[in-house]
């Protein structure tokens, strides 16, 4: 669900990096006097009591859920708490350097996936010492880049972020989104690219979807809700597919498709590269989504589902390509790890395998001429592989090692691609492969202070206890010796069947180059190894993935890295879940905890934005069978008096319209109120900020750097710069 990014401040202290020069010189901190903090806020328990079946369950902190743009309380108590958090944190050591060395990498340049159109390569960049990515377009690869919208014109204060565009199939006409204060809410407009001018055209009340041209370049197709009665609070329903006619308003724009018997279902529309097959992917988001397909070139053809065996309730199906009336699917109907089919369109049950299921998840693919790229997720990692259709035969594409492939599109040339990769220590880089050559060139790499070859990254596959395999990926500076006492931040996610393999964040690195251990878990729930490793880890078998994660930080002390007092937990959003219900477990574990942006209260999630949604993967609460999971696991609930908890860092935003912000505020307020007064429960509410998307590279520091210096803190680490 976020990425991590940094400011550009005092690169110059850091040139060493490239040469593989240690720059951050860590050290097992001497005692030394807790840093003046001061008191919590207070805190008033105002009890509500709920009742769940015949059990009372007592709620003394729901008056934080009032929205916090309305609430002038709540405004008040978060106030203060940033005011505690701001002094705590500023007074640590270390923290100048620390923001220096994110702000250097921060600054590396960022170059997004390339959409083509003709000779025209459109892809969205941010420069060195800008706030947010603009849209840039070149003649094809070696042309002159030109910013076409800069997000700097939008907002002084840098907060309005480019969120998507699409471009339309002549090239002259961009739809694109923008996104404020991080807002999962965008709005559309349309720019002519022969004019330079703005038109218009406004879309409103999209999210979660992008918008897709017509063949004939008269109109876009757009997803969107009604207007809900709380912009930032109210859950979404009824989502609409629309098209939109160039220089009409939009209340005069066609719908093309509802569902009103299931008003939670959410789709994406896309169109066949020809413009003859307009395809929709609906169903609950995360599983149980159905493909639909509707003939354009027959007028008054109506939506048709592409039957590809006996339903399953978390099935998905996705449209990857078209060659005449022959359409390609991914699907996982009869495949947990998923394979690929073709439908005759024409003749609807014509079906036939054109990839069949391995023994890892298939995770993409993409038409190439004659031939298909396909994506495997491997223990982890991304892979590559190419496919001749007409003979099945496969390749390897060699890729620099364990990491993240994404941004897989089309080049003008037939018979090759596009593709993006970043690892821990790589950049993201973009690529293009020429399938008849087997060869990858580099065609955008970006330049910075730092040096892949100065970091080792180790895999190994953790058995949990309950016998699933967990992927840990474990990285650091080379040559740091396992002496059973650095300094780690082990980072997971575990739900949703999403898999996040490694790739490359400042945030991370940083912590390498201050002497630390940064790991990665590909936990059950992720759907690491397909559809069964997903439902491992969701509705009862959700506590699987609380103690795989445990296992994993047990891994890591057993194997001679660190010990619970060099160890700390890090999550965002179902990340977030992950490290509270860790913690709540095993406290003794983990010597700070920052859950970020985190789904916390799991008795009353479903109140708020879209967590109504979320019932497939959790379960609901008013469920009896999975009322007494869920609420024993609630790191809201589970906090007790006695124990002792980890130093906490908790965080959100005041616009989080994804995972409501009342979840951190209100498991603050009770860790604030039990835990240990000797180890700090700090909240920090970033104002105008979202759940992460469209965050300026100054928040995204900022809020790097505050984790960075309190896990040094808590883990014993001091930060001196060398010379």
């Known amino acids: 669900m976020s990425d991590i990014s940094m400011l550009n401040r005092r690169r110059a202290l850091f040139l060493g990096v490239a040469t593989g020069a240690g720059l951050l010189c860590p050290a097992v901190a001497a005692a030394r006097p807790e840093p003046a903090w001061g008191l919590y806020p207070p805190t008033p328990m105002e009890p509500v009591i709920d009742l769940y079946g015949e059990v009372a369950v007592e709620d003394p902190y729901r008056w934080l859920e009032a929205d916090i743009r309305t609430s002038e309380r709540v405004q008040a108590w978060t106030t203060a708490q940033n005011a505690v958090s701001d002094a705590y944190l500023e007074g640590l050591d270390g923290r100048e350097q620390i923001r220096a060395r994110l702000d250097a990498l921060f600054d590396i340049e960022t170059i997004g996936p390339i959409a083509t159109a003709g000779e025209a390569q459109f892809f969205m960049r941010r420069a060195r010492g800008e706030e947010q990515s603009s849209l840039w377009v070149r003649h094809g690869e070696t042309g002159e880049a030109r910013r076409l919208l800069d997000p700097a014109q939008w907002s002084a204060a840098g907060t309005a972020a480019l969120a998507g565009y699409a471009v339309s199939p002549d090239g002259r006409y961009v739809a694109y989104a923008r996104q404020d204060a991080g807002s999962d809410w965008r709005v559309w407009r349309v720019l002519d690219r022969n004019s330079g001018q703005t038109l218009a055209d406004a879309i409103h009340w999209n999210k979660y979807s992008n918008a897709f041209w017509a063949a004939d370049g008269s109109g876009f197709y757009y997803a969107r809700f009604p207007q809900p009665d709380a912009m930032f609070l109210s859950g979404n329903s009824g989502q609409q597919l629309y098209f ?40 609950y988001a995360g599983g149980g989504l159905t493909l639909l397909y509707k003939d354009l070139s027959q007028a008054g053809s109506d939506f048709m589902p592409i039957d590809l065996g006996p339903a399953e309730p978390l099935a998905g199906n996705y449209f990857i390509g078209s060659r005449g009336a022959t359409l390609y699917v991914l699907t996982s109907v009869g495949a947990a790890n998923w394979r690929l089919v073709s439908v005759d369109a024409e003749h609807p049950g014509e079906n036939k395998e054109v990839v069949p299921e391995r023994g890892f998840p298939l995770r993409g693919a993409l038409l190439a001429g004659d031939a298909l790229i ?22 390897a594409i060699s890729l620099p090692g364990f990491g993240v492939v994404q941004g897989l599109s089309r080049a003008a040339q037939p018979g090759q691609i596009y593709y993006q990769y970043s690892g821990f220590a790589q950049p993201l880089t973009t690529y293009r492969y020429d399938v008849a050559r087997r060869r990858s060139v580099v065609v955008d790499k970006p330049q910075g202070p730092i040096d892949p070859s100065a970091y080792q990254v180790e895999r190994v596959v953790v058995t949990a206890r309950d016998g699933n395999r967990v992927p840990l990926f474990i990285a650091s500076r080379k040559g740091l010796a396992r002496r059973g006492d650095a300094p780690t931040i082990l980072y997971g996610y575990g739900g949703f069947g999403a898999s996040y393999p490694p790739d490359f964040r400042p945030e991370q690195v940083t912590w390498m180059d201050m002497g630390g251990v940064f790991a990665i878990a590909a936990l059950p729930g992720d759907g690491v190894y397909g559809e069964v490793s997903h439902r491992a880890g969701m509705l009862a078998n959700k506590p699987a993935v609380f103690d795989a994660f445990n296992d994993c930080a047990v891994h890591l002390i057993a194997s001679g890295y660190t010990r619970p007092e060099r160890l700390a937990a890090f999550g965002y959003s179902n990340g977030g879940l992950l490290v ?7 406290p003794d574990l983990y010597a700070a905890a920052m859950p970020t942006v985190g789904v916390l209260d799991m008795l009353r999630f479903t109140q708020f934005t879209n967590g109504r949604l979320w019932v497939r993967e959790y379960g609901d609460p008013q469920d009896a069978a999975l009322f007494p999971i869920l609420h024993g696991y609630s790191p809201y609930h589970a906090a007790v008096r006695g124990r002792r908890y980890p130093a906490l860092l908790i965080g959100t935003g005041d616009t989080d319209d994804r995972v409501a912000p009342m979840h951190s505020f209100k498991y603050a307020a009770r860790l604030q109120a039990l835990a240990d007064p000797a180890r700090p429960v700090l909240l920090t509410v970033d104002k105008d900020s979202g759940h992460g998307a469209g965050n300026s590279r100054s928040k995204t520091a900022k809020s790097a750097a505050d984790r960075l210096v309190f896990a040094a803190r808590h883990l014993g680490l001091t930060v001196d710069a060398l010379e």
Not at 374 to 394: C, F, I, P
């Open 244 to 283: 939109h006619r160039l220089g009409e308003p939009q209340d005069a724009d066609v719908l093309i498709y509802e569902d009103k018997a299931n008003p939670d279902y959410m789709f994406i529309g896309q169109l066949s590269a020809d413009g003859r097959y307009l395809l929709i992917n609906t169903g």
């Open 374 to 395: 396909l994506k495997y997720l491997t223990d982890g990692s991304d892979t590559l592989v190419s496919r001749s259709l007409r003979n099945g035969r496969e390749r």
């Open 580 to 586: 509270g219900g860790a913690v709540a477990r095993r």
